[in-house]
């Protein structure tokens, strides 16, 4: 802190010895108090500001929007500057291993921290930004910082690992959880689900709870991530995403009634078609295998539908082909004179006549 | 529960059958209606005895098969019935605040999916007596067994036309 200290007064000295841009001086002691300000509870912050000028352009700008991240990522990238020899950081995929993990496992702790972390790197940017047109030399202090928490870095990178397997062990069991956050004198993250007083402790509801404040973790992040979302309260996104639940519900519903409406208006319709081309109900297979048996080659019953069926339907034809053709020859004549005399008058009318035309002629 | 497609099919066709040659026995001579109607009954009857009584709605059908298929025009009164209803509720909330208005839109919205399970259950046979969980497997279940059914009829259908073409 005193070294910070001492270098803002070097450079306020400094650019007082430019002494022509009053409002640029101005401009800068709100920053270095800005700065000293966010630099003060945490040495992390300084870290982080180093990261993100170490990064490209791209990534620095994806860590800025989402700030759930930028914290985890600040972490690797200045050891990997530190340990240059030591141990190299592939920073892609560690990048992606943390923000899964934070997504999953620590998201209630996270959570809080995403809301101190996000404002101050923006803002941290906002103070890079003005040292730039002011063109003092911010290199000095933060190469200076770096070294002096890379001890707390490594820890932390220690305690992440820690973390991990507390997080993995309290999933199941909150009061595993417990012990674990009364044992360790440092913060611990733990997902967050403790059972409260009066509150199910049985896993399912556990496990039920741990998804819910998953979900509004996430709600939460979507919040930040969400330009002008800030102002709109958690409990109408809440609202919002239950409607838009419910809405989906109606639709499957209404989908369903429309399939089985369609299927019995089919059934419907089937049912009169074979009432119209048959002239009596005993149509069923046998007649029109019987039929088709005597004048058609067999390989046109694959062409079916049911070709899984067939033996066993056939088999049934046999049996009762002589039977059949009796009745045809007998019953069919008379039949369709009564019928042909009672004279319907339904669009199925000219079916039957072509149907009975088809029959007298044979 | 779920039999394969092809054994569901072999015992509609063969049950089909069967009921087929009990109605050809019983009347010669009957109208386009009835004919249909006889044909629509055994259908149903064979499909809901295809699932052999596992399932609330073949057992329903079975016990109850001439049951009134709902008309569209009977919706169509009800929808109605629906809007004036919700006319009035919204007229009556006009004068409320917001955190109220907020609860009302939350209960249409679960009106709507009331709604549509009530219509959902009037569709499927023994659909009354069923709650919501055994209604959508039986949903599933019934679904399944009118492809079966539309699949036998349509082939059967087509197979009866080209049965009666004249070059036979």
């Given at each position: 802190m005193e070294s910070k200290a001492g270098t803002t007064e070097t450079r306020s000295n400094i650019t007082a010895s430019d002494g022509e841009q009053v409002a640029a001086l101005e401009s800068l002691q709100f920053t270095d108090e800005f700065h000293r300000l966010i630099l003060a509870p945490t040495s992390d912050n300084a870290t982080s500001l180093t990261a993100l000028l170490e990064l490209p352009a791209s990534r620095a700008l994806e860590l800025l929007h989402s700030p759930a991240s930028a914290k985890l990522i600040a972490a690797p990238a200045p050891s990997f500057e530190a340990l240059k020899g030591n141990f190299l950081f592939p920073s892609n995929t560690t990048l992606i291993d943390q923000a899964a993990r934070s997504s999953v496992f620590a998201g209630g702790v996270n959570n809080t921290n995403n809301k101190s972390n996000a404002p101050e790197t923006t803002s941290n940017n906002s103070t890079l930004n003005l040292e730039k047109a002011v063109k003092s030399e911010p290199a000095e202090t933060e190469s200076s910082q770096p070294l002096v928490s890379d001890p707390a870095v490594e820890k932390r990178n220690f305690k992440r690992k820690d973390r991990e397997k507390k997080a993995k062990g309290s999933t199941k069991k909150s009061k595993t959880a417990a012990n674990d956050s009364s044992v360790g004198p440092e913060k611990l993250p733990f997902v967050h689900v403790r059972a409260r007083r009066g509150e199910a402790t049985d896993s399912h509801s556990l496990a039920e709870r741990a998804r819910r404040e998953k979900i509004n973790a996430r709600m939460k992040l979507l919040q930040e991530l969400v330009?002008?979302?800030?102002?709109?309260?958690f409990n109408w996104i809440n609202r919002l995403v239950t409607d838009l639940i419910i809405s989906g519900t109606t639709l499957v519903l209404d989908e369903i009634i429309n399939h089985v409406q369609s299927l019995q208006n089919q059934v419907e319709f089937l049912s009169m078609r074979l009432a119209a081309v048959n002239p009596r109900i005993d149509f069923s297979l046998n007649s029109i295998f019987t039929t088709e048996s005597g004048s058609l080659p067999?390989?046109?019953?694959?062409?079916?539908?049911?070709?899984?069926?067939w033996p066993e339907v056939q088999v049934n034809g046999n049996k009762q082909q002589h039977q059949q053709q009796w009745q045809f020859d007998a019953l069919q004549q008379p039949v369709w004179g009564r019928e042909v005399g009672n004279n319907y008058i339904t669009p199925e009318n000219s079916l039957l006549s072509y149907d009975s035309s088809a029959n007298s002629g044979r | 529960m779920h039999l394969p497609h092809s054994t569901l099919k072999q015992e509609f066709v063969k049950k089909w059958i069967m009921g087929l040659q009990r109605c050809k026995f019983s009347?010669?001579?009957?109208?386009i209606f009835e004919r249909k109607k006889a044909i629509k009954l055994s259908a149903d009857t064979a499909m809901a005895s295809a699932r052999k009584g596992l399932t609330c709605w073949s057992r329903a059908l079975i016990s109850n098969p001439d049951r009134p298929v709902p008309t569209t025009t009977r919706r169509a009164s009800l929808a109605c019935k629906k809007i004036v209803k919700r006319s009035r509720r919204i007229r009556r909330t006009a004068k409320c605040g917001a955190a109220r208005k907020r609860q009302i839109t939350r209960s249409i919205a679960q009106c709507l999916v009331r709604k549509r399970t009530q219509i959902l259950k009037s569709l499927i046979p023994g659909g009354e007596f069923m709650n919501e969980v055994c209604l959508i497997e039986e949903t599933l279940d019934y679904i399944t067994s009118l492809r079966v059914q539309v699949d036998v009829m349509r082939s059967l259908a087509s197979a009866s036309v080209r049965a009666s073409e004249p070059h036979n």
């Open positions: 330009p002008g979302c800030n102002k709109v309260s067999d390989n046109n019953f694959p062409s079916m539908v049911m070709p899984l069926i | 009347n010669n001579n009957m109208s």
